[in-house]
């Protein structure tokens, strides 16, 4: 079983946002109040997956917002929707999950498929050997620049919370294991940034679009 590398403290969580990701937690934190929205959106008469399907929709929206207003490009293979970087081997997946930043590892709410259990099997063994697999230790306070990363976000009334962090494998639908955790909104955290407002309007979080020539 991989020891996960965690990142909890404020100044560690914005040191690897901003060196993995160049972005910071506050853009992080309006990706969350877009999915906290869109669960709003759901009403007695919809399906009772409505919920989960907007949050999905307007997570993965404002993850490739976010992501391309740096220059990142959408990604989409084997129903599997994201965003990766231009030059290098990273990418990051929007994903609903039950238990999101808490000492137990995220599980999906809807099960993984084959394609996610392919995807990020080939992103570990590209970047690590078995030895080096079988090696990664929980103390060490650095991380990884590449890989399958998944924005993972689980809403339970009041209680928000999110994660950045990169799986090590996929089994049986579910996370078999993470090789590095970014903790975004632990416990608790939710009341210092929800905005009390109407989310009826909708939209996405406002990024800088970034124009560039073909």
């Known amino acids: 079983m991989l020891a996960e590398r965690i990142h909890d403290q404020d100044w560690e969580v914005t040191e690897r946002l901003r060196t993995v990701f160049d972005c910071s937690k506050d853009e992080c934190i309006n990706i969350v109040r877009e999915v906290v929205g869109a669960r709003a959106d759901a009403v007695e008469d919809d399906p009772v997956t409505a919920g989960g399907q907007f949050a999905y929709i307007h997570g993965t929206r ?15 293979r084997d129903n599997i929707e994201g965003v990766r970087h231009v030059s290098r081997d990273l990418k990051v997946i929007y994903q609903n999950v039950d238990l999101a930043a808490a000492t137990r590892w995220p599980q999906p709410v809807s099960s993984k498929g084959a394609g996610s259990e392919r995807l990020i099997d080939a992103s570990c063994a590209s970047l ?26 689980s809403v339970d009334g009041e209680d928000v919370r999110a994660e950045l962090s990169l799986p090590s494998g996929v089994a049986n639908g579910r996370f078999s294991g993470f090789i590095e955790r970014i903790f975004i909104l632990r416990s608790g955290d939710w009341s210092r940034y929800a905005i009390e407002d109407d989310f009826s309007g909708g939209g996405a979080a406002e990024f800088e679009p970034v124009v560039s020539r073909k």
């Open 62 to 76: 404002n993850v490739r917002g976010l992501f391309r207003s740096k220059g990142w490009v959408s990604y989409r």
């Open 128 to 153: 690590f050997s078995e030895e080096e697999l079988r090696s990664l230790s929980g103390t060490h306070r650095g991380g990884h620049e590449a890989g399958i990363w998944y924005f993972c976000v």
